[in-house]
């Protein structure tokens, strides 16, 4: 295919991440109770994640600035899942063959999307469900990571139009405009509570409380939030510790600035995140973003499934909508939608 994108993989240095003590290491100002755990100094681990060019990205060409999504895996998955489970066709991967055909057909514009590994912790490669993990705790600390390591690796690395270096007022709202983040699964719950402002999770046996899911994971502290990074966020599927739709309205409410676009969907026959997770967290949502929360769109999915069918038509709308600068002067009534997809 001649519009085809590329994607590599490439490493970074992560100074802000869970040890093995289950501390935050930090090389930033942030307080243990805006934490919820102990904060230390420590050094650096690398990372990998992998980033798809659009087709025609030139980095010596300077004036030609992309947007940037952030798309984020399940909890047994990595950097690799929208890649490799989600499948090939024709020799390329599904994800990326969506990508080059909306970018060729003129339905978005090309576009940089990076694939993170979602854990933010020293054992970041150790895929297993393990609740009492660092691993899995690492998954709730997500924010900091990319408030302070991936995303100014990436905006000093590729021509974005997005600059974070710039911290005035008016850099902060433009650079928002121009950043997403969307995820599947244990991936749209980060987005979700990570985003607006929902719960970190960690070992009931941490906390000393039962599990209320089950999957021995309980709500600690709200992270505060990345509404000053991201004007549009995507949950395909959000995993069951998802905070609930007053919470993460509550969040919305709360910050400095508008959320242009919310997009949450869910097939009705999945097990792990219909009834509790995706119904929960868009209950009463709306209302208490207030006149924050612009677009939102609520799209459950006929017959779908925990799959790939689900998500990657997640993205495909997801990405229609976001990117909009426009200006939303007024609260935007929410969208609720079934669809029916093909086999």
């Given at each position: 295919m001649e519009q085809q994108g590329t994607v590599t993989e490439i490493s970074y240095s992560v100074n802000n991440y869970i040890n093995e003590s289950r501390?935050?290491?930090?090389?930033?100002?942030?307080?243990?109770?805006?934490?919820?755990?102990?904060?230390?100094?420590?050094?650096?681990?690398?990372?990998?994640?992998?980033?798809?060019?659009?087709?025609?990205?030139?980095?010596?060409?300077?004036?030609?600035?992309?947007n940037v999504l952030y798309l984020l895996h399940g909890v047994g998955g990595d950097r690799n899942e929208w890649l490799d489970s989600n499948g090939k066709t024709d020799g390329n991967y599904n994800i990326c063959n969506i990508l080059d055909n909306m970018i060729a057909k003129g339905d978005i514009a090309p576009l940089i999307v990076v694939f993170p590994d979602g854990r933010?912790?020293?054992?970041?490669?150790?895929?297993?469900?393990?609740?009492?993990?660092?691993?899995?705790?690492?998954?709730?600390?997500?924010?900091?990571?990319?408030?302070?390591?991936?995303?100014?690796f990436i905006e000093s690395r590729y021509n974005t139009y997005s600059d974070i270096t710039d911290t005035t007022t008016e850099g902060i709202a433009y650079n928002r405009l121009h950043r997403a983040i969307a995820g599947l699964s244990m991936g749209g719950m980060q987005t979700l509570n990570l985003t607006l402002g929902g719960f970190r999770c960690d070992s009931s046996v941490q906390t000393g409380r039962d599990s209320r899911w089950g999957n021995g994971l309980e709500p600690t502290v709200k992270a505060p939030g990345m509404l000053d990074l991201f004007a549009y966020a995507g949950a395909f599927s959000n995993a069951p510790t998802s905070s609930s739709g007053d919470i993460l309205g509550g969040g919305i409410a709360?910050?400095?600035?508008?959320?242009?676009?919310?997009?949450i969907t869910c097939g009705d026959a999945d097990e792990i995140s219909y009834q509790s997770p995706f119904i929960g967290a868009t209950d009463r949502l709306a209302q208490a973003a207030g006149n924050k929360l612009c677009d939102f769109y609520q799209v459950?999915?006929?017959?779908?499934?925990?799959?790939?069918?689900?998500?990657?038509?997640?993205?495909?709308?997801?990405?229609?909508?976001?990117?909009?600068?426009?200006?939303?002067?007024?609260?935007?009534?929410?969208?609720?939608?079934?669809l029916e997809l093909d086999d």
């Open positions: 501390q935050l290491v930090t090389n930033q100002n942030i307080s243990s109770i805006e934490a919820g755990r102990e904060t230390v100094k420590g050094d650096p681990i690398v990372k990998k994640c992998n980033v798809y060019l659009p087709a025609g990205y030139d980095s010596n060409d300077k004036n030609t600035k992309y933010s912790a020293t054992d970041w490669t150790d895929r297993s469900f393990n609740p009492e993990g660092t691993n899995m705790l690492g998954f709730y600390y997500l924010d900091y990571e990319l408030r302070y390591d991936l995303i100014p709360s910050g400095d600035y508008n959320l242009n676009l919310l997009y459950k999915i006929k017959n779908g499934k925990h799959d790939f069918m689900v998500w990657n038509n997640g993205v495909f709308n997801f990405l229609r909508l976001a990117f909009d600068v426009r200006e939303h002067s007024s609260k935007c009534e929410p969208v609720s939608l079934t």
